[in-house]
């Protein structure tokens, strides 16, 4: 039975507005109908396996646990790492968790933000992979090349096995120049580098024992005493230790150096979604290809791509643009220069300003938060909180705050009073007083929220005590 490790880090900068460093790619609805990290644990169905081990960053550890509710696969199945430390070092951290009592579990590696198109085809290189693995090999996926890409590593195939479908591993390049591409793309012996991997879990931490043994030493004692946390299905990984690890890739530490490494091609419609116009590229367009999201009107305008959540976006008389709307920040680019997205990114960060790390709408453990105005001695927020969801008890010594019930029904706690309050109805909370509120109900609660004080500052939360565990 194979285990799925899907690493679900990173930022996904380049696909800045929509992804931000709280909220990235892997999270977004960007194809298909569910997020990218859900649709990388839906497309395993029809093979035989675990529920997934999710390796993520400590900020995101709820909106992974949200996403696998949501399809029915959260099971004490989060590794937060304290912090990046690149791929080898996560996933030795899920090899060391998956060997439990002399278990030595077959890893299926996948990135949690990829596209693949042929779930078929995709699903028969992992069966075609399967027996060199257990036999003690190092799989690697490679992509069957459809352009001399330059913004992707290779992998030169050397002696085909008996089946003719797997082969050695000759060599792993860096990304070439478009000359070296070409040459790449003629000789069919080259493949993109999808960064997918199937192998033991003792194979791999002996490999990184043997080529890199200070990760491997750094993870062991990080996870020697591993802490589940009950509330919300993490495995917390110990900060002090695993900050002295090593960063490297799984490439560099293991592929490149051992000899048992076996690349299996996959040709399934497999996109990394590095840019927007990647996304362009695997997205349904119309007559005039035109790939579009939300309320869009057109006249006389190709080739372009247009993602709009709120309002309305029309395009006259263009081509080939980039038209991203969201309810804080339009992106506006040629599809040949969205490279250059990550300036905008580097402009925002250098500039302090919070465009590039947060949303206007930021999700929380119990549900999420839109800030409909946002000025210096007051805030407007539009809440939802989901079915069962509370905040902490908590207090401000520096803002009031005024609720107004939309629709559903809250628990209000204010000092030693509890009460309900439905549609219509609004409680006030004054300066240093104890707080909380539930949705007791079974439909999602929206409330308006009225902050107003001298100091609105998220470090004026005082948490008391906190169902999440954030105190």
């Not at 968790?97 to 596209?115: F, K, N, Q, R, Y």
Request: with cysteine.
């Amino acid at each position: 039975m194979l285990l799925p490790v899907i690493m679900a880090g990173g930022t996904g900068s380049r696909l800045w507005p929509m992804s931000r460093e709280l909220y990235p790619k892997q999270f977004l609805t960007l194809h298909g109908d569910h997020s990218m990290l859900q649709e990388t644990v839906l497309r395993l169905e029809g093979l035989n396996t675990r529920q997934p081990l999710v390796i993520c960053n400590e900020e995101h550890r709820f909106l992974v646990a949200e996403q696998l509710r949501q399809i029915d696969k959260l099971s004490q199945n989060i590794i937060l790492e304290p912090v990046g430390r690149n791929t080898a070092p996560a996933i030795a951290l899920a090899a060391l968790s998956a060997i439990v009592d002399g278990d030595d579990p077959l890893l299926l590696v996948l990135a949690a933000d990829h596209v693949i198109e042929d779930e078929k085809a995709f699903h028969r290189a992992i069966q075609q992979a399967l027996p060199y693995a257990r036999n003690g090999n190092l799989v690697t996926f490679g992509i069957v090349p459809s352009a001399p890409e330059t913004g992707y590593g290779y992998i030169q195939r050397g002696e085909a096995q008996n089946d003719a479908a797997v082969f050695q591993v000759h060599r792993f390049v860096e990304k070439p120049d478009r000359a070296t591409a070409e040459r790449y793309i003629a000789s069919s012996e080259y493949y993109w580098n999808s960064g997918m991997f199937l192998f033991r879990a003792k194979k791999y931490l002996s490999e990184l024992g043997k080529f890199r043994p200070d990760i491997l030493a750094a993870c062991e004692k990080a996870i020697e005493s591993p802490q589940a946390d009950s509330n919300q299905e993490f495995i917390r990984i110990d900060k002090d230790e695993f900050i002295t690890c090593p960063d490297d890739s799984v490439d560099y530490a293991v592929m490149e150096k051992t000899a048992d490494a076996m690349v299996v091609p996959l040709d399934a419609g497999w996109s990394d979604v590095g840019s927007w116009s990647a996304l362009w590229e695997v997205n349904q367009k119309d007559d005039r290809q035109n790939a579009l999201t939300g309320d869009v009107f057109l006249h006389n305008t190709a080739n372009c791509y247009i993602n709009t959540d709120e309002k309305m976006v029309t395009a006259i008389g263009v081509n080939n643009l980039v038209i991203v709307n969201t309810k804080d920040a339009v992106l506006v680019v040629d599809k040949d220069k969205v490279q250059d997205v990550k300036k905008v990114v580097e402009y925002l960060k250098t500039h302090a300003r919070s465009e590039y790390r947060r949303h206007r709408e930021s999700y929380r453990p119990w549900g999420r938060i839109d800030t409909v105005v946002n000025e210096a001695r007051y805030n407007v927020n539009r809440i939802t909180v989901k079915p069962g969801g509370m905040f902490s008890l908590q207090m401000h010594h520096h803002r009031t705050e005024h609720w107004v019930v939309l629709s559903g029904t809250a628990r209000v706690t204010v000092e030693d009073k509890s009460y309900l309050l439905t549609e219509n109805q609004s409680t006030f909370i004054p300066v240093g007083s104890v707080h909380s509120l539930e949705n007791p109900g079974k439909i999602p609660l929206e409330l308006l929220e009225i902050q107003s004080g001298s100091y609105l500052g998220e470090d004026d939360i005082i948490r008391l005590r906190d169902p999440y565990g954030r105190c």
